[in-house]
């Protein structure tokens, strides 16, 4: 019992969050903060294993998650909402309680195909060369989006927030919000499994010497298409809920700027932590919304804050050590086996 009592806690903490916003004890404003940390929270994870664990250079995060958004965003107005496409939704709505969750599961398969077409050049590039063949990609979903009139090109693609409304017709509660905090538990739960797994051990052996690691019989090929894919396809995932909370995406929403901020919040937090990245996904949200009186100021202040934060603490704020490491007692209460 002991051993999960993190758990327990976790899941509490969900269902009072949801209780708040059910009673209206948060507002809106409150709610979609909480949101925006989920889907940073999953972006920053998702990205520090390929950066921060396996010691590539990634950064065209946010081209991985356009298409998670896209692709969730497509299917759930074909099934919920009436749209150009095909006109009358597919489906009734007391089917999106399990449309939804497919959909956000298409999103997250797409933008793992991506992360494969991504991870087979990094084979035999690394570095610089990587971070440029990423950067590409990015570009290259952008600009496809573009020039795709069908589903709004660069004016955008609308419509999810009826899915919303289905789920809502048959249980008046904060879906979106519970969806938000179930995948970035689901995310930070799946990366921790598979960094202490015997098979993700194989990631920071990479890091530590790609020669080496296969001197040592780890397949180093397949542990970055494993990589690439795991974190492509979360990325998919927060652009699902991303574009379900805001009910609206536009390919400029995914633009390199968007790839930068999750960079920012990966060595921010420490390469190779996972709570660091989780901490600083958090930090970085309240601090883009207490300095939002700022206007376009608190791209000033933010960048002066993180060179002051690599001039005196260079690794992060958590380096690379989780938060059981500092608090050893913390690991009772736990377990993944």
């Given amino acids: ?75 759930t107005v074909l099934m919920f909402s009436k749209n150009h496409i095909l006109g009358a939704p597919l489906l009734p709505p007391q089917f999106a309680f399990i449309g939804f969750p ?7 398969a797409a933008s793992s195909v991506a992360g494969l ?18 950067l590409a990609a990015n570009y290259i979903v952008i600009s496809a989006i573009n020039n795709m009139e069908i589903i709004g090109g660069p004016r955008g693609f609308m419509g999810m927030s009826a ?18 905090l179930l995948g970035t538990v689901f995310t930070v739960w799946l990366l921790r499994r598979f960094v202490s797994s015997t098979l993700g051990k194989g990631v920071p052996a990479i890091c530590q010497d790609e020669i080496a690691a296969e001197i040592m019989s780890v397949d180093t090929n397949r542990m970055k298409l494993i990589a690439f894919m795991l974190s492509s396809g979360l990325a998919g995932l927060a652009g699902g809920l991303y574009a379900q909370v805001l009910g609206y995406v536009n390919p400029q929403s995914f633009d390199i700027m968007r790839s930068t901020e999750v960079m920012v919040m990966v060595y921010l937090g420490g390469m190779g932590s996972l709570s660091g990245a989780a901490i600083a996904a958090i930090l970085y949200t309240v601090l883009m919304e ?9 791209w000033v202040v933010i960048p002066l804050l993180l060179i002051l934060l690599m001039q005196f603490r260079p690794e992060g704020i958590m380096g690379n050590k989780e938060l059981s490491d500092l608090f050893p007692k913390l690991r009772k209460y736990y377990s993944f086996k």
């Avoid at 497919?102 to 997250?108: M, P, R």
């Avoid at 077409?117 to 990423?134: E, H, N, Q």
Wanted: net charge neutral; charged share 10%.
């Fill in 102 to 108: 497919l959909a956000l599961v298409a999103g997250s």
């Fill in 290 to 298: 207490a300095l939002r009186f700022l206007d376009v100021w608190k």
């Fill in 163 to 180: 899915t919303e409304r289905a789920m809502q017709s048959m249980l008046d509660i904060p879906w979106v919000l519970i969806f938000v």
């Fill in 1 to 75: 019992m002991q051993k999960h009592v993190a758990t327990i806690a976790i899941f509490a903490g969900i269902i009072l969050l949801v209780l708040c916003a059910q009673f209206h004890i948060l507002d809106q404003y409150y709610i979609s903060v909480l949101m925006f940390m989920g889907v940073n929270v999953i972006l920053a994870s998702s990205l520090n294993l390929v950066n921060g664990y396996m010691g590539e250079f990634s950064c065209g995060h946010g081209g991985f998650m356009c298409v998670g958004a896209y692709v969730s965003s497509i299917c």
């Fill in 117 to 134: 077409v991504v991870a087979i050049p990094s084979f035999k590039t690394r570095g610089d060369y990587l971070a440029i063949i990423t």
